[in-house]
């Protein structure tokens, strides 16, 4: 019923910036937290940013003043803006989504995007 949509990746030199898209459709009166998650080749999965419906926030440590994670609820969207992009940041990103805050924190979202490729390499 509830499907999520990620856009906005590609190709940016060390140093550049990139704002993925998360569309939700479906029913999205359930959902009360989006977060993105990133996967980069022989990694593990990794918490990058989330949000609830209310504003509260949680970055990862190694993104924290470079990322911000936001949302659009009239466009039923949600929005990851990278700023001063490293070759670390180097992943597929996920945007999901989930009616309790603790599952989004643990990696246990309900719902998942296809995911979007975010390559940083001069």
């Known amino acids: 019923q509830v499907q999520l949509v990620e856009s906005g990746g590609g190709l940016v030199q060390p140093g550049g910036s990139l704002r993925l898209s998360c569309v939700v459709s479906g029913s999205i009166f359930s959902i009360y937290a989006m977060g993105w998650y990133r996967q980069a080749p022989g990694k593990q999965r990794e918490l990058v940013a989330a949000?609830?419906?209310?504003?509260?926030?949680n970055y990862a440590d190694s993104v924290k003043g470079r990322f911000t994670i936001s949302r659009d609820n009239a466009k039923n969207t949600a929005y990851l803006q990278m700023n001063r992009l490293k070759p670390e940041d180097t992943a597929v990103y996920y945007c999901n989504a989930d009616g309790s805050w603790p599952a989004i924190l643990a990696g246990k979202a309900g719902y998942w995007g296809q995911g979007t490729q975010v390559t940083v390499s001069s």
């Open positions: 949000i609830t419906s209310l504003g509260s926030t």
